[in-house]
Antibody
């Protein structure tokens, strides 16, 4: 069965960076991409970007351009999302989710809480 | 890219039906047939309920159905059950610049 298992919760200070991992299993990793979606406390879902696990091509949400980097390691079927220059409003649960370019996001990871606080 | 517009809340008694709307533009909902609906229980990850406007993944009850007209998509939950009480989000492909946009979310309450 398809599973996406994410790394644990993080607490960061403003201005710092965070890197969240997402280990995939149960399917051919390079046949799909990974989207990252975040959800601030009590708020809705916000798409952050997508990376192809086949060739590493990326597509980032315009509001995060320059602060976010998504990568993959095909040897371990793991995707990573790094967010820099953290602010308090980056406090959210960050999800990875599987999907091909422009099509359905189907399976989701369990989420990683990132708290930004001084 | 603005979020798709959903009503904040919807409710119904057990056995009744509830329909949630999701309004976008011709650049997202109206322009593509990649509209999905997700169910999210408190503290849990979203779960795919409907994809490509009206298709149901394996394991999703046929009480859940989707449709689209113009720039508005809809999710209908028939025969409401207690476990259907959750937040529901729509999403749509939005073109090659910002791939996806999500709806504002609707809290469904089973009375």
């Amino acid at each position: 069965q398809v599973q996406l298992v994410q790394s644990g919760a993080e607490v960061k200070k403003p201005g710092a960076s965070v890197k969240v991992s997402c280990k995939a299993s149960g399917y051919t990793f390079t046949s799909y991409g990974i989207s990252w979606v975040r959800q601030a406390p009590g708020q809705g879902l916000e798409w952050m970007g997508w990376i192809s696990a086949y060739n590493g091509n990326t597509n980032y949400a315009q509001k995060l351009q320059g602060r976010v980097t998504m990568t993959t390691d095909t040897s371990t079927s793991t995707a990573y999302m790094e967010l820099r220059s953290l602010r308090s409003d980056d406090t959210a649960v960050y999800y990875c989710a599987r999907g091909r370019f422009g099509t359905t996001i189907d399976y989701w990871g369990q989420g990683t809480l990132v708290t930004v606080s001084s | 890219q603005s979020a798709l517009t959903q009503p904040p809340s919807a409710s119904g008694s057990p056995g009744q039906s509830v329909t949630i709307s999701c309004t976008g533009t011709s650049s997202d909902v109206g322009g593509y047939n990649y509209v999905s609906w997700y169910q999210q229980h408190p503290g849990k990850a979203p779960k795919l309920m409907i994809y490509e406007v009206s298709k149901r993944p394996s394991g999703v009850p046929d009480r859940f159905s989707g449709s689209k007209s113009g720039n508005t998509a809809s999710l209908t939950v028939s025969g409401l059950q207690a476990e259907d009480e959750a937040d529901y989000y729509c999403s749509s492909y939005a073109g090659s610049n910002n791939l996806y946009v999500f709806g504002t979310g609707t809290k469904v309450t089973v009375l």
